[in-house]
């Protein structure tokens, strides 16, 4: 069973998520919080798997809070879609959208608790045009894999990992593999990964 505690200060939108997670035997929400003020000394007291983060609280906000937690996973639950760079160098794992369906929130606990990082898909830029081993790659980036470790995957040379990696670079006018995977995500190209946080 994986333990949630769920911090949102809209009354609905918490007990929406504790409706969601408690109706399924996987999931048992062990705590609900109207604030990120205090959350260590409460991650402490009620032991949590997940914390389902919102980032627009009074008092603290859930970047502010996020950046001094340890030992705990967090999946950020907000109604911005512009801040999953900062969320995720703060040390989230997941990244949601409010609205998200049932199972959405249920997958992104589920791929959070169990290693990953679910990052939702967010169409917000135009479409780049990769090709299908861009592709690959850009998943291997995803995955946090080194070059080394992509090529490996992939069969190919780290020099020809290299060069698609620049290509995906280009093409998603970023300049490091977080912006990468952050810019796939914002266009739809990624929906999930499960891997470790990008390298720098």
């Known amino acids: 069973m994986i333990r949630v505690l769920v911090v949102d200060d809209h009354p609905v939108v918490a007990q929406g998520l504790q409706a969601i997670l408690d109706g399924d035997p996987?999931?048992?929400?062990?705590?609900?919080?109207?604030?990120?003020?205090?959350?260590?000394?409460?991650?402490?007291?009620?032991?949590?798997?997940?914390?389902?983060?919102?980032?627009?609280?009074?008092?603290?906000d859930g970047l502010a809070a996020l950046e001094g937690l340890t030992g705990v996973k967090v999946v950020i639950f907000t109604a911005y879609g512009d801040r999953v760079g900062p969320a995720l160098q703060a040390g989230a794992r997941g990244?949601?959208?409010?609205?998200?369906p049932a199972e959405v929130i249920r997958q992104a606990v589920r791929t959070v608790q169990h290693g990953g990082t679910y990052l939702q898909a967010m169409s917000t830029g135009p479409p780049a045009r990769l090709s299908e081993r861009e592709r690959d790659v850009l998943a291997?980036?995803?995955?946090?894999?080194?070059?080394?470790?992509?090529?490996?995957?992939?069969?190919?040379t780290e020099r020809t990992v290299k060069f698609h990696v620049n290509g995906i670079f280009n093409k998603l006018s970023v300049d490091n593999r977080?912006?990468?995977?952050?810019?796939?995500?914002?266009?739809?190209?990624?929906?999930?990964?499960?891997?470790?946080?990008?390298?720098?």
């Open 26 to 60: 996987e999931f048992r929400t062990v705590g609900v919080l109207s604030t990120a003020v205090g959350l260590g000394a409460e991650i402490a007291r009620l032991s949590p798997d997940v914390v389902l983060l919102d980032l627009e609280m009074p008092g603290v």
């Open 95 to 100: 990244y949601l959208l409010k609205g998200a």
């Open 140 to 156: 291997g980036l995803a995955d946090g894999l080194s070059n080394k470790a992509i090529a490996a995957r992939l069969g190919v």
């Open 178 to 200: 977080t912006g990468a995977v952050v810019a796939a995500m914002e266009r739809g190209l990624l929906s999930f990964r499960t891997g470790g946080a990008p390298e720098p």
